[in-house]
Nanobody, 123 residues
Framework: QVQLVESGGGLAQAGDSLRLSCAAS????????MGWFRQAPGKEREFVAA???????LYTDSVKGRFAITRDNARNTVYLQMNSLKPEDTAIYYC?????????????????WGQGTQVTVSS
């Protein structure tokens, strides 16, 4: 069993930066594929970014060039650096892990989820 705990959310103004962290418990973190998803009020949860065990990455189009997903296997942590924030980035951000170690977009292919951290961006 893997437990994921997100942190780093908060209030920001448009153009600001935030860095989200997701700390994972348990062994074999370095073998997991990790993803970030977000859910805005009244909308479905959507894919934001993913990183596989080799540190290859994938992003949804709306965050390309602004967000960066990285991982620190020594700290069992994955990060989401968010730059040039926009009001439309406002959402609850969730961290997820898949045992296959791959880059995945689909929510239902992830095995473990965190509780989420709120990001609010004002204009």
């Amino acid at each position: 069993q893997v437990q994921l705990v997100e942190s780093g959310g908060g209030l920001a103004q448009a153009g600001d930066s935030l860095r989200l962290s997701c700390a994972a418990s348990g062994r074999a973190f370095n073998t997991y594929g990790m993803g970030w998803f977000r859910q805005a009020p009244g909308k479905e949860r959507e894919f934001v970014a993913a990183i596989n065990w080799r540190a290859n990455t994938l992003y949804t189009d709306s965050v390309k060039g602004r967000f960066a997903i990285t991982r620190d296997n020594a700290r069992n942590t994955v990060y989401l650096q968010m730059n040039s924030l926009k009001p439309e980035d406002t959402a609850i951000y969730y961290c997820a892990a898949n045992r296959g170690g791959t880059i995945l977009r689909a929510l239902n292919e992830y095995d473990y989820w965190g509780q989420g951290t709120q990001v609010t961006v004002s204009s």
